[in-house]
C-alpha cells in the first residue's frame, strides 16, 4: 500500500495533474468572484428597498408615531445591508444553517411559502386560456348554412 508521499510524487509527475490544478484554482477564483459580486448586488438592493421604506414613511408627516415606525424599519434594513455586505458567503451560509436547525418548522413554513411567491410570479406571465364556458361568442361568429 502507498504511502501519502508516494502519492504527491505520482502527481507532481504527471503532466496532467497540473493543468488539472490549475483549472481548478481558476475555477475556484471565478466562483468566489461571482458569489461577491451577486453578495454585493444583495446589499445593494437590501439598501435600496431601505430607502423606498423611508422614502414611503416620509409622508407622513403629520403622524410622528407613523413616521417614526418607518424610520425603524429603514434603520434596520440598512443594518441588513451591511450585515451583507460585511460577512462572508460562508458565515451567512452557516447563520442560515444553524437557524434552520433550530426551527425546522418555520423554516419549511417560510421555503413553502417563497416557492408559492415564485410559482405566483413565474405563472402571471403566462397568458391564461379562458375557459369555453365563460367565453364570450357572439351569436353570428360561425354562421351556419342555408339549407
Do not use: C, W
Request: charged residues 25%.
Amino acid at each position: 500500500m502507498p504511502n501519502g508521499a508516494q502519492n504527491d510524487q505520482a502527481r507532481a509527475a504527471d503532466p496532467g495533474f497540473g493543468e488539472a490544478q490549475s483549472f481548478a484554482n481558476a475555477l475556484r477564483d471565478q466562483t468566489q468572484g461571482y458569489v461577491e459580486k451577486r453578495k454585493a448586488d444583495a446589499a445593494r438592493l437590501v439598501s435600496d428597498v431601505s430607502g423606498a421604506i423611508r422614502d414611503a414613511g416620509a409622508g407622513f408627516d403629520g403622524l410622528p408615531q407613523l413616521k417614526e415606525f418607518f424610520d425603524q424599519a429603514a434603520l434596520g434594513v440598512d443594518a441588513l445591508a451591511e450585515d451583507i455586505s460585511r460577512r462572508s458567503f460562508s458565515e451567512m451560509y452557516d447563520e442560515v444553517h444553524a437557524a434552520v436547525r433550530r426551527r425546522p418548522a418555520l423554516a419549511t413554513a417560510a421555503a413553502v411559502a417563497a416557492g408559492f411567491a415564485l410559482f405566483r410570479i413565474f405563472n402571471a406571465s403566462k397568458v391564461r386560456a379562458i375557459p369555453r364556458s365563460h367565453a364570450v361568442v357572439p351569436v353570428d361568429a360561425f354562421p351556419t348554412p342555408d339549407a
